[in-house]
C-alpha cells in the first residue's frame, strides 16, 4: 500500500487528489495546515497543495507562510519519501517573450510590484525544494485549472454557471476582453500528473498545463455551439499574447496527455443535457 501525506487537503486540488487517492488505495494523512508540524513517523509521497491565490494581495502574511513558512518547516522533517509542491504557471506572467514558457530559465520580477508578492513568494518555496529537498523535492506549475461548473471559484465555472441558467438564444454580459487567453487544465488531469511525478519525476519542476491557450473569443465560439449561449465581452482592450506553456518534459518523459478545454466542454454539455436543449 502506497502512503501519501497531503497538505491542504481541503482545497480545490487538494481534495480532489484526496479522493483519487483513497479510491486507488493509498493509505493518506491529512493534517491540518494550522496545526503545529510536529509529523509522527514517514509521510511517504508528500503532495504540498497549501497554498492563496485569489486572495493572496489582501492576506500577505497567510501568503508567504502558506508559500514558504510552512513549507520550510515540512522540508525541516526530511521524513517523505518524495514531495510534490504546487507551484503556478501564472509565474511566466509578464515575463519577455524571449523567456519562454519552459521549466528552465531565469524570471524578471519587480520585488516593489504589489502582484509580485504570489510570484516571489512561490518562487522561494520552489528554491526550498531546490535547497532543502535532497532531491527528492519537485515542484509542479500549474495552469488555470478547472472542472465544470460545480466549482466554487474561477472565471470558467461562474460563466458556465451563468450560461446553465440561460435558455438558448440568450447574451451573457462577461467583464472580460475575447482576447485574453488561459491554458486551461481539468482537475482530473492535474491529479493524475501529480502522481506521476511523484512516483517517477526526475526533473527539479514540471509544467502541468495542455500547452494551448484558448480565448475568450474561442471560449464563446464553443460555447454557442454547446449551449445556444452567446457572450458580449464589457471590454475591448488587446492583452498581450499569452506564452504558450512548454508542457513537453511532462508529456514525453512521463507519457501524460491531459485533455483539451473542447473535449471537456462537449463531456460537461452532454451530462448537462445541452445537447439536447439546444436540437429541440
Same mark, same amino acid.
Given at each position: 500500500m502506497q502512503q501519501a501525506t497531503i497538505i491542504g487537503a481541503a482545497g480545490f486540488v487538494g481534495s480532489a487528489l484526496h479522493r483519487r487517492l483513497h479510491a486507488l488505495g493509498w493509505h493518506c494523512n491529512v493534517p491540518a495546515r494550522s496545526a503545529t508540524w510536529r509529523p509522527q513517523g514517514e509521510l511517504g509521497h508528500l503532495f504540498y497543495c497549501a497554498g492563496l491565490t485569489a486572495d493572496?494581495?489582501?492576506?500577505?502574511? &497567510?501568503?508567504?507562510?502558506?508559500?514558504?513558512?510552512?513549507?520550510?518547516?515540512?522540508?525541516?522533517?526530511?521524513?517523505?519519501?518524495?514531495?510534490?509542491?504546487?507551484?503556478?504557471?501564472?509565474?511566466?506572467?509578464?515575463?519577455?517573450?524571449?523567456? !519562454?514558457?519552459?521549466?528552465?530559465?531565469?524570471?524578471?520580477?519587480?520585488? !516593489?510590484?504589489?502582484?509580485?508578492?504570489? &510570484?516571489?513568494?512561490?518562487?522561494?518555496?520552489?528554491?526550498?525544494?531546490?535547497?532543502?529537498?535532497?532531491?527528492?523535492?519537485?515542484?509542479?506549475?500549474?495552469?488555470?485549472?478547472?472542472? &465544470?461548473?460545480?466549482?466554487l471559484d474561477g472565471f470558467l465555472p461562474g460563466l458556465l454557471r451563468q450560461v446553465l441558467a440561460c435558455p438558448p438564444g440568450s447574451t451573457v454580459q462577461v467583464d472580460s476582453s475575447p482576447g485574453y487567453e488561459r491554458d486551461y487544465v481539468h482537475v482530473d488531469d492535474v491529479v493524475d500528473a501529480l502522481i506521476k511525478i511523484a512516483l517517477h519525476g526526475q526533473h527539479a519542476s514540471y509544467n502541468v498545463a495542455t500547452g494551448v491557450n484558448v480565448s475568450n473569443q474561442g471560449l464563446a465560439a464553443q460555447l454557442a455551439r454547446l449551449a445556444g449561449v452567446h457572450l458580449r465581452f464589457s471590454r475591448a482592450d488587446q492583452p498581450a499574447p499569452a506564452l504558450r506553456v512548454d508542457n513537453s518534459r511532462l508529456t514525453e518523459a512521463l507519457d501524460w496527455h491531459p485533455r483539451s478545454l473542447e473535449d471537456a466542454l462537449r463531456t460537461w454539455a452532454m451530462a448537462r443535457g445541452l445537447k439536447k436543449r439546444t436540437s429541440e
Open positions: 493572496y494581495a489582501r492576506r500577505p502574511v &497567510d501568503t508567504v507562510e502558506a508559500h514558504v513558512g510552512l513549507l520550510s518547516r515540512v522540508l525541516e522533517s526530511g521524513r517523505f519519501e518524495s514531495l510534490v509542491y504546487l507551484s503556478s504557471t501564472r509565474l511566466y506572467d509578464g515575463q519577455p517573450q524571449a523567456r !519562454g514558457a519552459a521549466e528552465t530559465g531565469a524570471f524578471l520580477l519587480d520585488p !516593489g510590484h504589489a502582484r509580485n508578492l504570489y &510570484d516571489l513568494s512561490k518562487l522561494l518555496g520552489e528554491n526550498l525544494c531546490g535547497t532543502m529537498g535532497n532531491g527528492r523535492a519537485r515542484v509542479a506549475r500549474l495552469a488555470c485549472v478547472y472542472q &465544470d461548473d460545480t466549482d
